[in-house]
């Protein structure tokens, strides 16, 4: 097996699988709740993200950095000053972006328009630039939001998303014959990219699977196939994506 392929092939046993298709920096912390949570849980980041930023940034003049992901968050870390504010999406990308060094990290819930919001009523826009670090088409939208706001947005591509699925033969031997309880779906793209490459059979065998959705354009893009269900997170973060899944053996009551 090629050492870059998901780990976590199913070991057999009775314990019903879930498939965890996020990426780094997040999927090992995720893996270890699913299995606290009683199930087996399967490794399968349908994206992979490569830091592109060989150089520090420019912050010259910015009064904040904006990050979206944990994954802007490994690329800046150690190259731009740790003493920089910092406003992410979400609580775990907070947790990371304080790991790798920030002193200064404002949390908002777990969405850009969130984000904007917080910007919008705790920054202003003479205050200086704002640094957007996203990947090559990612964050148009915020910035651009931002910018009808008064804001001027530096958006930077610090990192870049390729497709992670394995190969097919490696897909079906990793999903196995047992019947897959449940799939998480930590983003829009995620789901994007797990449906595109997924072959037809083993499509077939997810129809009786649950989808857990972070967030409504998640779940639109996971109606495009059969699911036994869709299920939608009361809030867009794991501890919310985790409460749908439940203890294996009484979530289903």
Request: charged residues 20%.
């Amino acid at each position: 097996m090629r050492p870059d392929l998901p780990t976590g092939l199913p070991s057999g046993g009775s314990r019903p699988a879930v498939l965890v298709t996020r990426p780094e920096p997040g999927l090992s912390e995720t893996m270890a709740a699913v299995t606290a949570l009683g199930w087996r849980a399967v490794a399968l980041p349908a994206l992979r993200a490569e830091p592109i930023l060989r150089a520090p940034l420019p912050v010259r003049g910015v009064q904040a950095i904006l990050v979206t992901s944990g994954q802007a968050v490994t690329a800046l870390a150690g190259r731009v000053p740790g003493d920089m504010p910092v406003l992410a999406v979400g609580a775990a990308t907070a947790r990371r972006a304080r790991a790798a060094g920030f002193a200064h990290v404002t949390p908002a819930e777990g969405t850009a328009d969130a984000l904007a919001d917080l910007v919008r009523a705790e920054w202003r826009p003479a205050g200086g630039a704002l640094l957007l670090a996203t990947a090559p088409g990612y964050g148009r939208d915020l910035a651009e939001a931002l910018r009808r706001s008064g804001f001027r947005v530096l958006r930077r591509c610090v990192y870049r998303i390729r497709p992670g699925m394995p190969p097919a033969d490696i897909l079906r031997g990793m999903i196995g014959r047992e019947a897959v309880a449940a799939a998480l779906f930590f983003s829009a793209e995620t789901a994007r990219q797990f449906l595109r490459h997924l072959p037809r059979d083993v499509r077939d065998r997810l129809r009786g699977a649950r989808a857990i959705a972070i967030s409504g354009k998640t779940a639109e893009i996971l109606a495009m196939t059969g699911w036994r269900e869709i299920v939608l997170a009361a809030t867009p973060d794991q501890a919310a994506m985790l409460d749908l899944l439940g203890v294996a053996g009484q979530a289903e009551g």
